[in-house]
Every structure is written in structure tokens, then in C-alpha cells.
């Protein structure tokens, strides 16, 4: 059990430090989206392989998502329909 404590601690210490890192490099350069202090947060943890292939993922559905909800409110909003999409091959 203190091994498991230890590792604990520790991954929270690294934590902090790395969160104090963080914002230092965002206070001294071109500061980084809340986005991208996110992810270098959640990437300090040293997450097995299959956890960041899972978290890629997540990432890559949220926007994959982000866009067809765009693309569903313009097509709504423009009228565009299956025959719009054939005219628009045509011309390419």
C-alpha cells in the first residue's frame, strides 16, 4: 500500500510542477488556448499507450462531431439537399 501512496504523490507532485511549468511558458510566449493547457495537463500523467490511443480518439469523435453538427445546421439553413451536392461535382 505505500508503494501505491508513493506513486500516487508523486504523480501529483509531477502534476503540480508541471501545471507551474505551464504557466510559466503561457505567461513568457505566445500564450496557449485553454485547450492546449488541457492536453499537456492530461499528457503529464504518463498514461499507458492504449489510454492515449483512446483519448486520441475522443478527441478526433468530439470534432468529427463538431463538424457534421455544423454541417447539418447549413444544410438546413442554405436549403442544400443531394441534388446541390451533385451540381457542386459538376463543377469541380
Do not use: V
Not at 37 to 42: P, V
Not at 48 to 70: G, N
Request: proline share 2%.
Amino acid at each position: 500500500m505505500k508503494i501505491q501512496c508513493h506513486k500516487l504523490f508523486s504523480r501529483a507532485l509531477c502534476f503540480q510542477e508541471n501545471n507551474q511549468i505551464i504557466k510559466k511558458m503561457t505567461s513568457i510566449h505566445q500564450p496557449l488556448t485553454n485547450l492546449q493547457i488541457e492536453l499537456l495537463k492530461l499528457y503529464s500523467l504518463n498514461l499507458p499507450e492504449e489510454s492515449l490511443l483512446e483519448i486520441k480518439r475522443l478527441i478526433a469523435r468530439y470534432f468529427a462531431d463538431k463538424a457534421a453538427d455544423e454541417m447539418d445546421r447549413l444544410w438546413e439553413e442554405k436549403g442544400w439537399n443531394n441534388d446541390t451536392m451533385d451540381e457542386w461535382l459538376k463543377g469541380a
